[in-house]
Structures are given as structure tokens and as C-alpha cells.
């Protein structure tokens, strides 16, 4: 199952370092290629040289950053691996990799490669698992595209009964051969979706924003991420516990126009496909006030000033990023909604109207460039994300065909 593929092996310092032998040899009985590198507190509870001897390669230590003695470097490690597994992960390796730190070259090399080729399989005593820093640490992780590879239950290795056990060297063969085995349509195709209302603040207290829930967004990202898609979302404020509605894409949260055009911008480089679903205030008010803004005067007047349009903006510099846009129309719909398709330079424009807004279901117009519009009606979400990833899909497939017969 795993021909061909390359699977980069931190170890740290657990006890349970000794199954880390044998997952060696599963991940090698599958045809994988497995490099190490282990903590120093790792080097404690199993030998380099049965690493070593096991992988058939060099094992790097944190000496290698000193003694200059191996040319590989994080860097070239995450280019060469295709999944970096962290198996048995500390307490200490977790909250490493939640912070970013660079203190050890187990947790440096994490940094050199992308969340979703990141696999994590815990192992520690039931009282730390359950400590509000380690759910903590692991919830983030797993918000930002990481497979946590859960801990099983039983004998621990300080003589108490609980979860904890780092997990069957078969379970996480399970679950890497699910990271790196996938034939879905939008397997490693990385996409940015925006969802959710802006909020634009007047004051310290009051803000201007829309009834939008975020709804849409959610069920993009969860067709997306099944469809095998890299997914990083946007967000805006939403009243939802996000974690377990979007657990596998990178969350990232905003609250007005500027902090999502300034995420959007930071993130278009490396996305394949945009989508804009967030319901974007027009308009910001000129000034925030600091405190609170008495009401002395009859009548007041608010003067505001035109937020940027973020997709169109942005279209000029993502040539070769598949652009999709939301239209909510009350009036004009198709003409509206088809001027906004060329205006903004888009590949498929989402056709909606105000009754959508916090609703489970819909009536959607999808128009695409050069074809028909498409009639989704009275469908829900879910579903209109499924049609919204397979025109997708079909616009990937296309540009490819024209790429190959340039
Ligand atoms: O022009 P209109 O606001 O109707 O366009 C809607 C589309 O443009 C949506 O995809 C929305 O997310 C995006 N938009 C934007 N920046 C704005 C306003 C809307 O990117 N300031």
C-alpha cells in the first residue's frame, strides 16, 4: 500500500519508544522508506543503533546541527519525506510543535513542512493527557490540519490503568496510509475558503456586521477536506465551536475587512483555489472610537469609508489560482450576479439571496465562464458544496488539458 513513499520517524522520550522498532517494520513490510531523528530524552528509552540498523539510513540527533556531519537538514528532510510521524510524542514534543518552537530538531523539522503532512501519536500518563495544556495543545493541532493519531487505553507504563498507551503500531499504519493513499479528486490541491460576516467596530462597543453564519463555509470545507483537499479557512466571527465542525483544515480567525484581506493575501502564494464566501461589509467606519460613543446629539452621522473588494483585488495577482465568488442579489439577480463574474475576473460565481443568510437549504445559480448557468434549487449546503467541488474538479482537470496542449 505504501510503494514508493517516504515516512520521516521523530521519536522522543517515552517509554514507548521500543514499539517505535517495530512500526520500522510495518511501514517497510507496506514498501515505505523510513528515515529517524530522535530527541535526546529519546535516545534514553531506545538505541540509535537499532534505529540505525532498522531504517537502513543515517539517524539524525541534534549533534547533527553541530558536529556539520550529515548534509541533510530539516529543510531537506520535509522535502524529501512524504509524511512527518511523530510516534511516541510527548507532552513536551506537543506543546513544541503547538508553539512552533525550534528548540530541538525533532520539533524544527515540524516547522519545515505543511500541518496536513504532519502525523502526531501521543503517548503519556492519563493525568497529562487529560491536563487542560495537552487537550489544549492537541486541539490546536488538530485545528491546523494535523492527524492526531489517538492514544489507546489500558496498562500504562507507570503502573496505572487509563488512556494514554501510545497507540497499536497497526493503528498508526491505519492512519498514515489514510494520509498518504487517497485517489480523490482533490487530493493535494490546496484550497483557501473565506466564510463568515465581517465586523467592522464604531467604537468599543458597537460594531456594524450581518446576520451570515458561516454556514456555507463549513459545508465547503468539510466536502473539500473529503474530497482530499488541503483546506485553509478564513474566518470571520461565528457563534459555532469550530474545532470538531472543521477538524483537518487550518483555521484562522478575523474579525474585520482589513484582517481578511491581509490573511487572504498572506495565504494566496500557496492556494490552488479561492473561495470567497464570506459576506464582507462594504463599508468600515472612518474612525474607531476609543470608548464608548454617547448619545448627545438627535440625529447622527456616521461616515464611513469603502473596505477594499478583497477577490477583486487579489485577482490581478492569483493568475493561476482558480477564483470562485458569492453573489447575494435582492434584485437583478442573473445580470448582477453575471457582471460580478467578469468585473472580478472569476472562474464560477454562487448565485444566492438574502434568504439564505443562517438557513439550512437554498436555491443557488452557479455561472461559469464560457457555460450555462446551473440551477441548484431548494438544496442544502452540503449539497451545493459537493456541485461547487466537482466544477471545481472539472475547471482543474481543463486547465491542465490546456496546459499540456501549450
Ligand atoms: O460585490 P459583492 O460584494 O456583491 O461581491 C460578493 C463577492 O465578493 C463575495 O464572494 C464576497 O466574499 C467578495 N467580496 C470581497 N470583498 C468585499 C466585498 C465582497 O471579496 N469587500
Not at 539524525?60 to 510521524?85: C, K, M, P, Q
Not at 487572504?264 to 464582507?280: E, K, Y
Not at 495577482?317 to 468585473?343: M, P, T, W, Y
Not at 465562464?369 to 466544477?391: F, H, T, V, Y
Request: hydrophobic fraction near 45%; include cysteine.
Amino acid at each position: 500500500m505504501l510503494k514508493g513513499k517516504r515516512v520521516l520517524l521523530g521519536v522522543t522520550g517515552s517509554i514507548a519508544a521500543y514499539k517505535s522498532a517495530y512500526l520500522i517494520r510495518l511501514l517497510q513490510q507496506e514498501g515505505a522508506e523510513v528515515k529517524a531523528l530522535i530527541t535526546d530524552a529519546g535516545k534514553h528509552f531506545i538505541g540509535i543503533d537499532t534505529l540505525r540498523a532498522l531504517t537502513g539510513h543515517e539517524v539524525y540527533t541534534d549533534n547533527f546541527l553541530t558536529d556539520g556531519a550529515w548534509r541533510d537538514s530539516h529543510i531537506s528532510l520535509a522535502e524529501w519525506a512524504d509524511v512527518y510521524l511523530l510516534a511516541p510524542a510527548t507532552a513536551n514534543t506537543i506543546a513544541g510543535l503547538a508553539c512552533g518552537m525550534a528548540g530541538n530538531l525533532v520539533t524544527s523539522t515540524a516547522l519545515a513542512f505543511s500541518s496536513h503532512r504532519i502525523a502526531v501519536a501521543p503517548a503519556m500518563n492519563t493525568a497529562m493527557w487529560c491536563s487542560p495544556a495537552v487537550v489544549d495543545n492537541v486541539s490546536l493541532l488538530r485545528r491546523r490540519g494535523v492527524t492526531i493519531i489517538d492514544p489507546g487505553e489500558g496498562s500504562l507504563a507507570c503502573g496505572a490503568q487509563g488512556t494514554g498507551r501510545l497507540a497499536e503500531p497497526e493503528d498508526i499504519l491505519a492512519a498514515l496510509t489514510a494520509i498518504l493513499v487517497t485517489n480523490k479528486p482533490l487530493s493535494g490541491v490546496r484550497i483557501m475558503i473565506t466564510a463568515g460576516p465581517t465586523r467592522e467596530w464604531l467604537d468599543d462597543v458597537r460594531y456594524i456586521s450581518n446576520p451570515s453564519t458561516g454556514k456555507i463555509g463549513f459545508s465547503l470545507t468539510r466536502a473539500a477536506l473529503a474530497q482530499g483537499a488541503e483546506v485553509r479557512l478564513v474566518m470571520g466571527p461565528v457563534n459555532e465551536l469550530l474545532d470538531d465542525i472543521i477538524a483537518g483544515a487550518e483555521l484562522i480567525s478575523v474579525e474585520s475587512a482589513l484582517d481578511m484581506q491581509r490573511e487572504v493575501s498572506a495565504g494566496i502564494d500557496t492556494t490552488d483555489v479561492l473561495i470567497m464566501a464570506a459576506a464582507v461589509s462594504d463599508y468600515r467606519p472612518v474612525v474607531r472610537a476609543s470608548g464608548k460613543i454617547k448619545k448627545d446629539k438627535d440625529v447622527m452621522t456616521l461616515n464611513l469609508v469603502r473596505n477594499p473588494d478583497i477577490l477583486k483585488d487579489i485577482a490581478g495577482r492569483a493568475v493561476n489560482c482558480v477564483l470562485i465568488g458569492f453573489a447575494l442579489e435582492s434584485a437583478n439577480h442573473l445580470e448582477n450576479a453575471q457582471r460580478k463574474l467578469a468585473d472580478k475576473r472569476l472562474d464560477m460565481i454562487i448565485l444566492n439571496d438574502p434568504t439564505s443568510f443562517g438557513a439550512e437549504t437554498g436555491s443557488f445559480t452557479l455561472l461559469m465562464k464560457n457555460r450555462g448557468p446551473i440551477c441548484i434549487d431548494q438544496a442544502s449546503k452540503d449539497n451545493l458544496a459537493l456541485s461547487i467541488m466537482e466544477k471545481i474538479a472539472d475547471i482543474l482537470k481543463e486547465r491542465k488539458r490546456t496546459d499540456e496542449n501549450n
